[in-house]
């Protein structure tokens, strides 16, 4: 084409005698013939693309700007009209009102705000979506497609670890006309999914293919927990969340978040995590959690260390770092451990496991599929010597909160000394950069120390509402309480105890990093209700710690 513009111009460009007019004439003719020809082979190709008769059509289809062998197309293809068919009777838009603490201020909340989720309809009549699209609600309402009317929901069960949620629905005209989808299995790599819900963008339903990337344990963002995830390259946006991905006829995973800063990489959940939560909530009542050995392992893969603790050639596992104190695996498991089978599955020298067909996971993921209470067989090599050891399996709370949904935060004040639990939602409330902006020792302990005994806390003076009582405590803010009148304290309500059941003439308070704090007791009980008054505090205790009263 670009040589014939060439050549046209350049006939232009001579003097406008007859012969030139000739050849002129003879040039734009040839230039018409040969546009015409080019359309029609652009129609005749594109004609050839979207022919969905033609076996032509599976050839030629690009999938996603990657070309896919016929087969694979066709399968893309049936995936996507069949997600539509499947979708119109069962996905729901979720619409959210919530929420969240102030936990700077945690006698109040933050403003509310509305944010738009997916959901689908599950056996036994009910919806399941993802946990972060309910988080600290106050109203949810959920459309079904192709209605205009809203029905009030009600949140059955939460799992934030697992990102997923039960939704409940009483209305019997909601019901009318939708079908439940199938839980399905976990999709082999390259297997094309449809992800369907309602992202942000619009207000219908909408379906984005993709293919399976990878299949390994990835962070939850929402729960910070460490879960098995299903990696795609459809676009999962905002208002995607909670919708299904779907495989042929069935679910084969939940839509929940995506890789910020890439394009095209989203993550589903995958059906033993959702299988597992629906089984702990219908055995229990509730959501319990997913199980831990509570063990930081270290890998073996240095031949070094290999020989310094006795493992023959053919022994591969990892060694027991850490081990928590309110764990099981505390009183039967020791330091320097070997860990080289768990449930009769091998462990190799990085901690992983076979899964499927030359795929490998971490053993964590066999750990986190077990029941609570669940017994687990582990063989360990201890001093030279092969131990097989049982163990009971529990979901394990840290000594600082990773989250704190759908609660408020305790707190309790004395003389305008405002003392509340550290929870990472505190150090939250430093920006998105807490861990270089929050106080340097609260953020490792709170990713690092270990509890040492059952119901155990730690309490920090968040901040002090000034007043002639405190004058000159104002920069022992953001200090933990270690010691109330000589006891140590093991949590908040626990401090709240031992100050008002204070009998000496003084108070003495002793912090971290060596510093004290000493009030009047009488003069500090009188100055307490006139702080509250002048900060409009309805009260100087949480509501969870008066229901302990």
Known sequence: MASIVRMARHLFAQPATKTT??????????????????IKNKFRSERQLFSTSSASFFKSYNFRNRRLPPSKAREAYATHNTAVELALNSVVKVFTVSCSPNYLLPWQNKSQRETTGSGFVIFGRKILTNAHVVADHTFVLVRKH?????????????????????????????????????????????EAVAVVGYPQGGDNISVTKGVVSRVEPTQYVHGASQLMAIQIDAAINPGNSGGPAIMSNKVAGVAFQNLSGAENIGYIIPVPVIKHFISGVEENGKYIGFCSLGLSCQTTENVHLRNHFSMRPDMTGVIVSKINPLSDAYKILKKDDIILSFDGVLLANDGTVPFRNRERITFDHLVSMKKPNEKAIVRVLRDGQEHELSIILRPIQPLVPVHQFDKLPSYYIFAGLVFVTLTQPYLHEYGEDWYNTSPRRLCERALREL???????????SQVLMDDINAGYERLAELQVLKVNGTEIDNLEHLRQLVQNCNAEFLRIDLDDDRVIVLNYEMAKIATSSILKRHRIPSSVSIDLLDTE
């Open 146 to 190: 192709g209605c205009p009317t809203k029905y009030r929901a009600e949140v059955k069960a939460v799992g934030h670890e697992c990102d997923l949620a039960i939704l409940t629905i009483e209305s019997e005209e909601f019901w009318d006309g939708m079908s439940s989808l199938e839980l399905g299995d976990v999709p082999f790599l390259q």
């Open 451 to 461: 509890p040492k005994k059952a119901n155990q806390q730690l309490v920090i003076l």
């Open 21 to 38: 007019q000739n050849a002129v004439s003879r040039s734009l003719s040839v230039v018409r013939n040969n546009i015409t020809q080019q």
